[in-house]
């Protein structure tokens, strides 16, 4: 039986999270430097910036403004705990560091090719369903060169949530019994997914975002909820239920 697999992008596909975590490093070791005379320390900055990229995305959704802002804000938020004096050009700083992220190379996870390739050869209808920028996330799918297994069937959204999932799946006619949602976030993959009664492959990453990060015991799906730590598995997991069915 022919089945529709929606997969994520980011971190599901390609990599996304080392290239904020690198770019997170180097924003704490400014700020460390900069607010050395009051003892400010990196994982305080690193917990600080967590909880306001958080809360922030809650609001913007994945607006690629909102990272940088993410910086600036944390900035402000010891310059004002501190009494120090905040500073344009530091603050231009940060605003251009945190953008740099965007502009990191595309690098597929192990077996992308391979994987969708053989999901596309058993004859299962491929979707790509990605939270972003549009013309960033366009770009990283271009280099990526994923437009050939995925075609027209490309969904970008600001806001990765139930009703974004169940706008797509009325507007491509999607039946539930026959949808799958592959992707490494708990929180804007999975969830969703089983809320809206499709089957839920959960990639498991070893270094997620804590944005990503939600309890998943009580899940309750309607059909197949597998966990699973490569994507060279999906065909196979795919198949396997199928066969059982």
């Not at 997170?24 to 607010?35: C, G, H």
């Not at 502009?103 to 390739?117: I, K």
């Not at 960033?136 to 970008?156: C, H, M, S, T, V």
Request: net charge negative; hydrophobic share 40%.
């Amino acid at each position: 039986m022919k089945q529709n697999i929606l997969f994520d992008l980011d971190d599901t596909l390609i990599h996304c999270n080392k290239y904020f975590h690198f770019v997170q490093e180097q924003f704490a070791d400014l700020m460390t430097t900069w607010f050395a005379p009051f003892g400010l320390t990196k994982q305080a900055v690193l917990a600080k910036h967590s909880e306001i990229d958080i809360a922030g995305v809650q609001i913007v959704g994945f607006s690629s403004e909102h990272f940088p802002q993410s910086f600036v804000d944390t900035y402000r938020h010891y310059s004002a705990l501190h009494g120090r004096s905040e500073s344009a050009d530091e603050e231009a700083l940060l605003w251009k560091l945190g953008l740099s992220v965007f502009e990191q190379e595309t690098e597929p996870y192990p077996f992308m090719n391979e994987t969708l390739e053989s999901l596309a050869a058993a004859g299962h209808q491929l979707h790509l369903y990605t939270g972003g920028d549009p013309a960033i996330q366009k770009r990283k799918i271009e280099a990526a060169g994923l437009e050939r297994y995925f075609r027209d069937r490309i969904y970008i959204r600001l806001h990765k949530n139930v009703e974004a999932l169940k706008e797509i799946l009325r507007a491509g006619k999607l039946r539930i019994d026959r949808t799958w949602m592959v992707g490494n976030s708990v929180r804007t993959d999975v969830l969703p997914a089983l809320s809206c009664g499709l089957h839920a492959i959960y990639l498991k990453q070893e270094r997620e975002w804590d944005y990503n990060v939600l309890p998943i015991a009580d899940a309750k799906p309607s059909g197949a909820f597998l966990t699973l730590s490569s994507l060279r598995q999906v065909p196979s997991a795919i198949d396997a239920y199928l066969t059982q069915g």
